[in-house]
């Protein structure tokens, strides 16, 4: 299908993910561009989210093992779920931490690139000053279910941290699931050109790159056919002025609200 990129976190398949990804993909995964996302750990309890260094840098480590290689790019995977119940001051504290030993990780050679995987951003722009290491590519909560609060904040850290189109990239365009009654309410085709060149999920997948403006989205891979549809979707163009005058909409709406 054209595609070159995996991404996975620590989490995943039941902290199984990066063995099993070795396992399947062999050889072909030093053909593959890696990125998985630490911050989520097993416990008795079940997974639990720690912002801890020394956490973090074990996971990486254990990451690059497991894969047998290692990953291009490692995420710290959804820092507010730690952040947002912090005051500023602590908050921005752990957060610097984290950014740092992922910064020091990259530097000796564990990951390729380091970066923030978010699904809620909200909390992050106060703790982001010239203190703060940079990351090299941020991921966001992306498509028409995101929320105007989120892509704002998703577009205002790409450009306080000069993340380029490149690395700037989105995720789980579909809210979730595509089975979901919101996608028989709502047409997404309205922002395509041709409105009869895709079915619904596939505009809801193409203008997604749209909200935020993004080069990459990471969706499923447990279905070939879905995955196909998608691809081929890529080659609708959007409707970039209607898209423009949605989000400006959702903008006044949420301004009214305030």
Known sequence: MGIQSVDTAVNYGGFEAHARLASVAGDLLDRLHVSTKVGFFPTPRGAE?????HRLRAAV???????????????????????????????KAVFNAACAELTAATGVGLCGEWGIASWDPRCL?????????TPDVLMVRAGLLAGI?????????AIRWQID??????????????????WSRVDPRIF?????????????FRVSYHLPGVSRMAVGADDPDH??????????????ERLSAYRGGLRARA????
């Not at 081929?232 to 970039?240: A, D, E, F, I, Q």
């Not at 301004?255 to 305030?258: D, E, G, L, M, W």
């Open 165 to 182: 189109r490149q690395r700037f990239w989105g995720m789980s365009p579909f809210g979730g699931s595509t089975t979901s009654e919101v």
């Open 125 to 133: 722009p106060p703790l982001v000053d010239a203190s703060l290491p």
């Open 61 to 91: 480590e254990k990451a690059a093992r497991d894969l047998g290689r290692e990953p291009d790019v490692v995420l710290l995977h959804s820092p507010e779920r730690s952040l947002a119940c912090l005051g500023r001051n602590k908050a």
């Open 227 to 240: 995955l196909r549809a998608l691809v081929k979707s890529l080659k609708v163009l959007p409707h970039t």
């Open 192 to 204: 395509l050109r041709d409105p009869q060149s895709a079915t619904r999920i596939e505009a809801a």
């Open 49 to 53: 989210h720690s912002l801890d260094p």
């Open 255 to 258: 301004q009214q609200r305030a």
């Open 149 to 157: 609060e989120v892509l704002d904040t998703a577009d205002l850290l």
